[in-house]
Every structure is written in C-alpha cells, then in structure tokens.
C-alpha cells in the first residue's frame, strides 16, 4: 500500500517534560515531520535532549503499533527480509567483536518480523529465542515463522514478571527512539538480563541526522532523538554502564551491561553542541541543494583526471560528503 493511500486515525496530543530534567525549558525546533504529519520537536535548554513535545497520548500510538504501522513503514516483504537480513548480519559482528561470550538466550525487543532472530539462531545451535512485538502481524510472523517465543507486546507492561530465566543477550535496535518512557522500560530490561549478559542498543544519532529532516529524519513514531551523551545519561538511570558506544553513518549504537553498583548518571549538558551540529547540518543541505540545482555536482565528471589530481585529497573527500552524503 503507498503512504498516500494510507489514512492515519486522528491522533490527540498530550504535553511532557524532560525525562532527565523534568519541567525544564524547552524550544520548538521543528513542527512538521514525514508524510508531513504534525511533528512538535523540542530541545532541552538544560539538558540537550531532544523528544516530542507535544506528542500522541499512550492510546494512539498503541493503535498505531498495533493496526497502523505496515501502512506507512512496510511495504514490501521480500524487501524488508533482505534489508534486515542484512542490518542483523551487521549487529551480531558487532557484539562478536567487542563482546564476545557464550550466548544461550537472546531476547528481540521491537523484532519485527525477526529476522534478527533467525540470524542469531542460524549461527548459535539451540540458542532460545524470544520476542517482544505490538504489531499483529509482526507477532504472527515472529512466532510461526522465525519460531520464537511472544513473551509481550509492548516492553512498557509487566512481561519481565513472567519469564521463566534471564536473558544473556537483549537486542533494541532502533526501538529506544519509539518508547513513551526509555528510562522506566530500560529498567524492566535490567530486571530480565542474566549476570553479565549484555544489551544492545540503536537508535539514530541527532548529532548525525540523515537526509531533509521534515520529510524523513522529524517522524511522529520517533518520541526521543539521542546524542552519545543522553543515551548513556538514560542507560545509566536504569542500572545499565557502557561497554562501547559508537557512531556510524548516523547510527549511533552501543553494547551495555548491568551495573554491579549504581552508575553515576550525570546530567549531560549538550544543548549548545546539539544546535550547532543541528544548524550545521541545515547549511549543508542548503549548499548541497543550491550545487545539485546550479549542476556543479555533476562537473567533477568533465574535469581531466590530471587536473583532479592536483585538489589535496582532503578537499576532494569534503566534496564529496557535501554534495552526495545523505
């Protein structure tokens, strides 16, 4: 189905404060985002965290995740298959390389149709897994397909009150960006996450944001933006330390795990930084624009590779970030 096709219930809009600050400034930095829904993102001015506000109400993003996602986000099986084939090939060589150990369980939050499951399970034999997912026919994919457990629908109830044993490995790849409270359903993970077990987070990096903002990177479903600093601020208040975290092609990510003893959690304090990558941003993709509408992204191809040769490579490489990256 295209998304123009598609209709959204009507959603209401309810306010909120800060989750590291609470009822702090805030400042409006976007009011539309894709399919050109409302989309109200603010700033914290005290911490630099960025989230909506306002936002639905808990009711219509639990219909939304339910009834309404595959309208907008998923399009084509076949498709979606080989795109997350490829994203759980990337996150398992991530934890095998900075957290290697013996993996007897694995618990997908947010798994989609789970093929991040299925990838896991094709290179660890006997391996249990398991799933949370709100999406029906996610749900129905998950259990009868990929063969995992459905321990729960949303990681905000109390589904970590039922398992029969931890976790040695929690996936939440791009998942953290969706949740109405990280910082309480980060806590819920902490109580089902073995003893040195590990978890795993994604989410998109607002210090690298991705293509134009209001038609892509600003989307309803995306409740908090994350910079390296809030995301290990939040991990921290829920019991959890950092065993890496990284950024890559506006993905920032990181391998954590449960802290013996509480983590300080100081409060970040990125706001300056966060409008300036922010601002930064935009005057790229205002010069990147004006050089594709006067056609100078095309002229490198008409210029003699002996006169290319003689630009420093460092200029050629800003160049080519300029006009073709994101």
Same mark, same amino acid.
């Given at each position: 189905?295209?998304?123009?096709?598609?209709?959204?219930?009507?959603?209401?809009?309810?306010? @909120?404060? &800060?989750?590291?600050?609470?009822?702090?400034?805030?400042?409006?930095?976007?009011?539309?985002?894709?399919?050109?829904?409302?989309?109200? @993102?603010?700033? &914290?001015?005290? &911490?630099?965290?960025?989230?909506?506000?306002?936002?639905?109400?808990?009711?219509?993003?639990?219909?939304?995740?339910?009834?309404?996602?595959?309208?907008?986000?998923?399009? =084509?099986?076949?498709?979606?298959?080989?795109?997350?084939?490829?994203?759980?090939?990337?996150?398992?060589?991530?934890?095998?390389?900075?957290?290697?150990?013996?993996?007897?369980?694995?618990?997908?939050?947010?798994?989609?149709?789970?093929?991040?499951?299925?990838?896991?399970?094709?290179?660890?034999?006997?391996?249990?897994?398991?799933?949370?997912?709100?999406? =029906?026919?996610?749900?129905?994919?998950?259990?009868?397909?990929?063969?995992?457990?459905?321990?729960?629908?949303?990681?905000?109830? /109390?589904?970590?009150? =039922?398992?029969?044993?931890?976790? /040695?490995?929690?996936?939440?790849?791009?998942?953290?960006?969706?949740?109405?409270?990280?910082?309480?359903?980060?806590?819920?993970?902490?109580?089902?996450?073995?003893?040195?077990?590990?978890?795993?987070?994604?989410?998109?990096?607002?210090?690298?944001?991705?293509?134009?903002?209001?038609?892509?990177?600003?989307?309803? @479903?995306?409740?908090?933006?994350?910079?390296?600093?809030?995301?290990?601020?939040?991990?921290?208040?829920?019991?959890?330390?950092?065993?890496?975290?990284?950024? /890559?092609?506006?993905?920032?990510?990181?391998?954590?795990?449960?802290?013996?003893?509480?983590?300080?959690?100081?409060?970040?304090?990125?706001?300056?930084?966060?409008?300036?990558?922010?601002?930064?941003?935009?005057?790229?993709?205002?010069?990147?624009?004006?050089?594709?509408?006067?056609?100078? /992204?095309?002229?490198?191809?008409?210029?003699?590779?002996?006169?290319?040769?003689?630009?420093?490579?460092?200029?050629?490489?800003?160049?080519?970030?300029? @006009?073709?990256?994101?």
């Amino acid at each position: 189905m295209q998304v123009k096709e598609a209709q959204l219930a009507e959603k209401q809009f309810e306010p @909120v404060e &800060c989750i590291l600050c609470g009822p702090s400034e805030t400042r409006l930095i976007a009011s539309t985002g894709q399919f050109g829904w409302p989309v109200y @993102v603010s700033i &914290c001015k005290n &911490c630099g965290l960025v989230f909506l506000n306002p936002r639905w109400t808990r009711d219509g993003y639990d219909q939304f995740y339910e009834t309404e996602y595959e309208k907008f986000y998923r399009f =084509n099986e076949a498709e979606a298959k080989t795109k997350e084939q490829v994203k759980a090939r990337t996150v398992w060589n991530r934890i095998l390389q900075y957290a290697p150990q013996e993996y007897r369980s694995v618990l997908d939050i947010g798994a989609g149709l789970g093929w991040g499951l299925h990838h896991i399970a094709s290179n660890v034999s006997g391996i249990r897994l398991a799933g949370i997912e709100p999406s =029906n026919y996610c749900a129905e994919h998950l259990v009868n397909q990929i063969g995992a457990e459905l321990i729960g629908r949303d990681v905000a109830s /109390d589904w970590y009150q =039922n398992i029969d044993s931890p976790f /040695d490995l929690v996936l939440m790849r791009m998942v953290l960006e969706h949740l109405m409270n990280p910082i309480e359903s980060l806590k819920k993970v902490r109580q089902a996450i073995a003893p040195g077990g590990k978890l795993y987070i994604a989410v998109p990096d607002m210090m690298e944001p991705e293509g134009p903002l209001n038609e892509y990177w600003f989307r309803s @479903v995306h409740t908090y933006y994350y910079s390296k600093a809030t995301l290990t601020s939040i991990a921290a208040r829920a019991g959890f330390k950092p065993v890496i975290v990284r950024s /890559d092609n506006s993905e920032l990510w990181g391998i954590f795990e449960p802290a013996d003893v509480p983590v300080p959690a100081p409060l970040p304090a990125v706001y300056q930084q966060q409008m300036k990558a922010l601002n930064r941003y935009k005057r790229k993709r205002f010069f990147r624009q004006l050089l594709k509408t006067a056609g100078l /992204d095309k002229i490198s191809r008409f210029i003699p590779r002996s006169i290319k040769g003689l630009f420093p490579k460092n200029l050629k490489q800003k160049f080519r970030e300029l @006009v073709y990256r994101h």
